[in-house]
């Protein structure tokens, strides 16, 4: 795989994290984090240990990748395809909170935006890290 390549999926990945680490700070400080006794307050020690646990789950598989294994982003499509459905989980709730409650605090329009660019821009990142192999399937069905 070419440097380039490499790079792209280096942004579009340290972009998946930045966004995650957001959505956990969003939804520690959104009135979510009061719906259960194991919700993570805001500036708890869940909520950076929680941000501790992401950051190792990515810059763990992605220095591997960086050093040259390309078999782990096969590792990071997991991991990637686990954060968009933590996300996506997290915007149904937030519908379904503001729809019952008919409640609708920008905390939690934040949180839904953010969970909404989180989930773009995973789905972005599967694009960017399988392409090559898209055009190698292409070249060798020509």
Known sequence: MKNSEKVSVM???LI???LFFVVIILASASP???MGRNANQFNSLGMWIAIAM????YIIPLSIYIMGVDAMKYVMAIFCGVGVLCSFSILLTV???SSITKFVNSSLL???LVCGLFILN???WYFI??????KEKKNLAV
């Open 122 to 124: 995973n789905i972005f």
């Open 95 to 97: 519908l379904i909170v």
């Open 54 to 57: 992401i950051f190792a789950f």
């Open 110 to 112: 934040g949180l839904a």
């Open 11 to 13: 942004i579009v990945t």
């Open 16 to 18: 998946s994290a930045f």
């Open 32 to 34: 979510l984090s009061e």
């Open 129 to 134: 890290t399988f392409r090559s192999a898209i």
